[in-house]
Structures are given as structure tokens and as C-alpha cells.
């Protein structure tokens, strides 16, 4: 990590390092899912119910750094970047969290199967669209570099590269949802509607975990375009 430079000294109250917090903490919540998913798959209620505790635990962490930065979020003239920006990449990074908990707590509500068909597909969805949380993690950890060469040079290129990543995995992960969707679209008939009705839910809220992740990186795209 490069050194702190004099306009990271001037910019004491930047919210960039809350902001890469509150990140990490949404990240450490998003990857704790696929260890709920596989307590799930395997039907182990018990264990999936104390992932589940874990990831609310994680959410509420992430939920007081979200606070405890919008009550200290500089107003004057002198933030390193853009109030609104700040405001919006918050409020994806927040997003996540609020996601993951709400799979794990319907999924764990409902005591959901997965069907055997999908399951394998379904986990590896999971586990990409986490991939998307841990590369948009990586973005926002630039931040401060970025602030340091004052959003030019070399360092621009590098975070371009990683939020084209982004754009990569994320879109592997819309490709893989539109497969899991036809797995149980073949078998529906044979379930019961209900549990049909709630697996689709469960299968687009895993999926707006990745559209989340690049939002972020697109936040973090129109920093640097400024």
C-alpha cells in the first residue's frame, strides 16, 4: 500500500478509510452464506441457523459503520470526493448485507430444499456472485491509493482493469442464474407451487448480490471519470 501523502494528511476526515470498513464488513456477511447454502443443501438446520445468526451479527456491524459514516460524513468543501458518490457507494455496499441476511433468514424460515437437480448449480451461483462482493472489496480498497496519486496515473488504469473484473464475473454470474432458472423450470412441475414460487425468489435475490457488487464498481467508474 503506498504510503499516506500529503493530500491524504490535508483530508484528516476523509470518509475513504470508513468507507473500505464498512466494505470489508459487508464482505466478511456475504461470505458467510455459502457456508449457511451448505448447511442448507445438506439439511442441516441447525448449523444453517447459526450461520444465520453469524450473518445478521454481520449485518448489524456493517449497519453501525453505515451510521457511525453518515454522522461524520464531512460537509464542507474540502472532501477528497464527492458527498453524493460517497452516499451512493454506501448505500450499494449496504445493500449486500441487507441481501445476504434476507436469503439466509427466508431460506432458513422456510426450511427450504433446493432441489437435488439444481443444488450443485445453485451453490456454485452462490459462490460466484460472492466472488462479485470480493472483487468489488478489491476496488474500494483503492480508493485511498487513488486519493494519494489524485485520481491519475498508473493507479487509474490498475482499478479500470479491476471493475472490468467485476464486469466479467458479473456477468458469468447472470449467465449461470438463467441456467440454474431453466433447471427448475424443467422440474417444477413436479414440486410443490409454493416452494417453486420461493426457490425463484431465493434465485434473483443471490443474483441482485452481483448486480449490487458492480454497481458499486460502477459508483466507483464515474469517481474516476470526474
Given at each position: 500500500?503506498?504510503?499516506?501523502?500529503?493530500?491524504?494528511?490535508?483530508?484528516?476526515?476523509?470518509?475513504?478509510?470508513?468507507?473500505?470498513?464498512?466494505?470489508?464488513q459487508v464482505e466478511?456477511?456475504?461470505?458467510?452464506?455459502?457456508?449457511?447454502?451448505?448447511?442448507?443443501?445438506?439439511?442441516?438446520?441447525?448449523?444453517?441457523?447459526?450461520?444465520?445468526?453469524?450473518?445478521?451479527?454481520?449485518?448489524?456491524?456493517?449497519?453501525?459503520?453505515?451510521?457511525?459514516?453518515?454522522?461524520?460524513?464531512?460537509?464542507?468543501?474540502?472532501?477528497?470526493?464527492?458527498?453524493?458518490?460517497?452516499?451512493?457507494?454506501?448505500?450499494?455496499?449496504?445493500?449486500?448485507?441487507?441481501?445476504?441476511?434476507?436469503?439466509?433468514?427466508?431460506?432458513?424460515?422456510?426450511?427450504?430444499?433446493?432441489?437435488?437437480?439444481?443444488?450443485?448449480?445453485?451453490?456454485?451461483?452462490?459462490a460466484r456472485c460472492?466472488?462479485?462482493?470480493?472483487?468489488?472489496?478489491?476496488?474500494?480498497?483503492?480508493?485511498?491509493?487513488?486519493?494519494?496519486?489524485?485520481?491519475?496515473?498508473?493507479?487509474?488504469?490498475r482499478v479500470e482493469?479491476?471493475?472490468?473484473?467485476?464486469?466479467?464475473?458479473?456477468?458469468?454470474?447472470?449467465?449461470?442464474?438463467?441456467?440454474?432458472?431453466?433447471?427448475?423450470?424443467?422440474?417444477?412441475?413436479?414440486?410443490?407451487?409454493?416452494?417453486?414460487?420461493?426457490?425463484?425468489?431465493?434465485?434473483?435475490?443471490?443474483?441482485?448480490?452481483?448486480?449490487?457488487?458492480?454497481?458499486?464498481?460502477?459508483?466507483?467508474?464515474?469517481?474516476?471519470?470526474?
Open positions: 500500500m503506498a504510503p499516506r501523502s500529503y493530500i491524504t494528511d490535508l483530508f484528516g476526515s476523509s470518509p475513504i478509510r470508513p468507507l473500505q470498513q464498512h466494505m470489508a466478511s456477511c456475504a461470505r458467510e452464506l455459502i457456508r449457511f447454502v451448505d448447511a442448507a443443501l445438506a439439511g442441516d438446520w441447525e448449523t444453517a441457523a447459526a450461520q444465520q445468526r453469524l450473518i445478521t451479527t454481520c449485518e448489524h456491524k456493517a449497519d453501525a459503520l453505515k451510521k457511525d459514516l453518515r454522522m461524520h460524513l464531512p460537509k464542507g468543501l474540502f472532501m477528497p470526493v464527492s458527498r453524493p458518490d460517497v452516499l451512493e457507494v454506501l448505500w450499494r455496499q449496504d445493500q449486500i448485507a441487507n441481501k445476504t441476511k434476507d436469503i439466509a433468514g427466508l431460506m432458513l424460515g422456510r426450511r427450504m430444499q433446493i432441489p437435488g437437480p439444481i443444488a450443485e448449480p445453485f451453490r456454485a451461483f452462490v460472492l466472488d462479485a462482493v470480493t472483487q468489488a472489496h478489491v476496488a474500494v480498497d483503492e480508493l485511498d491509493e487513488l486519493l494519494d496519486t489524485g485520481f491519475s496515473g498508473g493507479e487509474v488504469v482493469e479491476m471493475l472490468r473484473k467485476l464486469d466479467a464475473i458479473e456477468s458469468e454470474t447472470d449467465t449461470i442464474q438463467v441456467k440454474v432458472r431453466e433447471g427448475l423450470f424443467a422440474i417444477e412441475r413436479d414440486l410443490p407451487p409454493v416452494d417453486v414460487m420461493f426457490t425463484y425468489q431465493i434465485i434473483a435475490w443471490v443474483g441482485d448480490i452481483a448486480d449490487l457488487a458492480q454497481q458499486v464498481g460502477s459508483r466507483l467508474q464515474l469517481m474516476l471519470a470526474r
